[in-house]
């Protein structure tokens, strides 16, 4: 299955006769009507292109954007800029369970998967997502990430990111530093998930 967001869009088509309706060559515009920016969308089952609107999946308040969609083992979370959310089942329409309202994405290209979590750099500092709820895992780094995610350094959102190197067991958070004036991404932090 495969999730999307589904906005509007304006299409032009070589082939007009192989859509339902007939696209016009020229201007040909494909509707996607929907809900707004807080709403996802299934496929259908080993069809990703085909996405109904009727495979709306409502998460938390749909007035706040999906920021990440992860796959865990058997389940997927749902990262939105009103909390963490996770969508269970093995067939539309899932089971949505709230994991946390508290704890909202600040770091919208951190997100990695390792280890069955969701690992991600938030309003918490960083956190292991499992498929009960986060943990915080940066309580020694604290008083560090805290002070470079705060609202003076507005370059933190946009240059930090995570990676997953999986073979080590290492989540590497890659930000800003006092060596690059807090505006390119010259320091990581690794996280060892065999030492926690």
Do not use: H
Request: hydrophobic residues 35%; charged residues 15%; glycine residues 8%.
């Amino acid at each position: 299955l495969e999730f999307r967001r589904v906005l509007f869009r304006s299409v032009t088509s070589s082939r007009t006769t192989c859509w339902s309706p007939v696209l016009s060559a020229s201007v040909g515009v494909l509707s996607l009507a929907g809900g707004g920016k807080g709403m996802g969308y299934c496929s259908k089952f080993q069809q990703p292109e085909s996405v109904p609107l009727s495979n709306t999946i409502n998460v938390g308040n749909p007035s706040f954007e999906w920021l990440r969609v992860l796959p865990l083992r058997n389940s997927v979370v749902v990262l939105k800029a009103d909390g963490l959310f996770q969508l269970t089942g093995t067939t539309y329409p899932f089971t949505v369970t709230t994991l946390d309202t508290g704890t909202i994405l600040t770091a919208p290209e951190s997100p990695v998967v390792m280890s069955n979590q969701v690992f991600c750099y938030t309003n918490q500092g960083v956190v292991g997502i499992t498929e009960t709820g986060p943990g915080i895992l940066s309580r020694p780094i604290e008083n560090i990430l805290q002070r470079i995610s705060s609202y003076l350094y507005t370059a933190f959102p946009e240059r930090t990111f995570g990676a997953a190197y999986e073979t080590d067991r290492k989540y590497i958070l890659s930000t800003i530093s006092q060596d690059d004036n807090y505006v390119n991404s010259t320091i990581q932090y690794v996280y060892d998930t065999d030492r926690k």
